[in-house]
T-cell receptor, first 110, second 117 residues
């Protein structure tokens, strides 16, 4: 019940395209849903996060869509750039304890 | 912005030795810090929650006698891998919550690559 399932495992997008990564969870007690970007050999960095009382949040090229009834949330990266190539993790939190999804390896081709 | 540092960034040790990894919050106080382990091409797994001035809370399956955690101040938590073995080789990452903000965000360190020969 603590799992967060993430898809796809890998994603290839052309420069300027939209990257979409999806996550699903089971535990309705999760109260915070962040997305992280991780480059090889580095720690993860917070991209954007949402609380369950909000259905959408946008920051620059990054948008989270949240569907509470379906227990799903997704990350949209608009105008994807080669510099966005990294591994992306969704996560869900209960009392600050984060459970991470399996990760998505995003490659943006020039 | 909130910065978390880790030291060392890389460590190579012989099997059976102990290794200490430090996690520091540089510009904020953190009553709670977290330790994660990440194997190659895999996700981050929470190992333990470190609370300043009290015992750490370990996740199921994590040996508390093998992974010793000390959170002696509001800016420093240490993870000691005791009697390390090759299967302990991994990327260890800490994170910290800003005590003053009351928010949910965790700030992650750059990670420590442990290789046990």
């Amino acid at each position: 019940q603590q799992q967060v399932k993430q898809s796809p495992q890998s994603l290839i997008v052309q420069k300027g395209g939209i990257s979409i990564i999806n996550c699903a969870y089971e535990n309705t007690a999760f109260d915070y849903f962040p997305w992280y970007q991780q480059f090889p050999g580095k720690g993860p960095a917070l991209l954007i996060a949402i609380r369950p009382d909000v259905s959408e949040k946008k920051e620059g090229r990054f948008t989270i869509s949240f569907n509470k009834s379906a227990k799903q949330f997704s990350l949209h990266i608009m105008d994807s750039q080669p510099g966005d190539s990294a591994t992306y993790f969704c996560a869900a939190s209960i009392r600050s304890r984060l459970t991470f999804g399996e990760g998505t390896q995003l490659t943006v081709n020039p | 912005g909130a910065v978390v540092s880790q030291h060392p960034s890389r460590v190579i040790c012989k099997s059976g030795t102990s290794v200490k990894i430090e996690c520091r919050s540089l510009d904020f106080q953190a009553t709670t810090m977290f330790w994660y382990r990440q194997f190659p091409k895999q996700s981050l797994m929470l190992m333990a929650t470190s609370n300043e001035g009290s015992k750490a809370t370990y996740e199921q399956g994590v040996e508390k006698d093998k992974f010793l955690i000390n959170h002696a101040s509001l800016t420093l938590s240490t993870l000691t891998v005791t009697s390390a073995h090759p299967e302990d080789s991994s990327f260890y990452i800490c994170s910290a919550r800003d005590s003053s903000g009351g928010g949910y965000e965790q700030f992650f360190g750059p990670g420590t690559r442990l290789t046990v020969l």
